[in-house]
């Protein structure tokens, strides 16, 4: 009898011990984004921040602090526009929309080279995944963007033609290599003459990884700190 109980005992622990090991939950997995630059013809480096949202990924509508009356616009292609943009809305309280293309742009830096220039010699309005709603609450719209082969991304045409800008305040701000506006801010001014443009804060791609104090001062020369 005694044998017949130590056989049960021993069982039931066997089997407590397997039922436990099943219970482990498998480890997740990430990937890494690729490194890649801003500005097509323009940049200083090989590698920059990468993205946080995929481009092509249904956009959200703009991420929304309560009672704010301007937006931080960007387009970032390698993330240098999107590290400024997120320090602009951090000192401003500013809502934030990321324009990102209905059609995602390629990873691969020589390709997008000859795919920006195609889309400038066409005059293109690539199509935005997303849209801002309420446009007309924000009396001042922070718009960034890099240095495309001496323009702003033609997507950024996009973005003008399809808002309306009348009575709002345009603040500009570009990434670049060190080609700056290159006469961008007029072609704004064209675009938008019912708006009024500020003066613009260009930075190189060595100060977008902490551009904290250039922003400060610029909102503060523009009449727009907090």
């Known amino acids: 009898m005694k044998k017949f109980l130590s056989l049960v005992l021993t069982l039931t622990m066997v089997f407590s011990l397997a039922a436990c090991g099943n219970n482990?939950?498998?480890?997740?997995?990430?990937?890494?984004?690729?490194?890649?630059?801003?500005?097509?013809?323009?940049?200083?480096?090989?590698?920059?921040?990468?993205?946080?949202?995929?481009?092509?990924e249904e956009a959200s509508q703009p991420e929304t602090e309560a009672g704010a009356t301007s937006l931080?616009?960007?387009?970032?292609?390698?993330?240098?526009t999107e590290s400024v943009a997120q320090e602009i809305q951090a000192q401003t309280g500013a809502d934030l929309f990321e324009i990102i293309?209905?059609?995602?742009?390629?990873?691969?830096?020589?390709?997008?080279?000859?795919?920006?220039?195609?889309?400038?010699?066409?005059?293109?309005?690539?199509?935005?995944a997303g849209t801002v709603a309420n446009f007309?609450?924000?009396d001042v719209v922070y718009l960034g963007y890099p240095n495309w082969w001496g323009d702003m991304p033609m997507i950024?045409?996009?973005?003008?033609?399809?808002?309306?800008?009348?009575g709002k305040t345009i603040?500009?701000?570009?990434?670049?290599?060190?080609?700056?506006?290159?006469?961008?801010?007029?072609?704004?001014e064209s675009m938008e003459p019912n708006a009024a443009v500020t003066e613009g804060l260009s930075l190189g791609s060595s100060q977008t990884a902490n551009p904290g104090?250039?922003?400060?001062?610029?909102?503060?020369?523009?009449?727009?700190?907090?």
């Open 24 to 56: 482990g939950s498998p480890e997740g997995s990430s990937l890494a984004a690729p490194s890649q630059t801003e500005n097509p013809a323009t940049s200083e480096e090989s590698t920059t921040p990468s993205e946080s949202t995929p481009q092509g």
């Open 72 to 80: 931080v616009v960007y387009f970032s292609w390698s993330g240098n």
């Open 101 to 128: 293309p209905a059609e995602p742009y390629t990873d691969d830096y020589n390709t997008l080279l000859d795919i920006a220039q195609e889309e400038q010699a066409n005059d293109a309005r690539p199509a935005i």
């Open 136 to 138: 007309e609450q924000y």
């Open 156 to 166: 950024l045409y996009t973005f003008l033609d399809t808002y309306d800008f009348s």
């Open 171 to 188: 603040a500009p701000f570009v990434t670049s290599g060190g080609s700056g506006f290159s006469g961008t801010i007029r072609t704004i």
């Open 213 to 226: 104090s250039d922003v400060a001062q610029w909102l503060s020369d523009i009449g727009l700190s907090e």
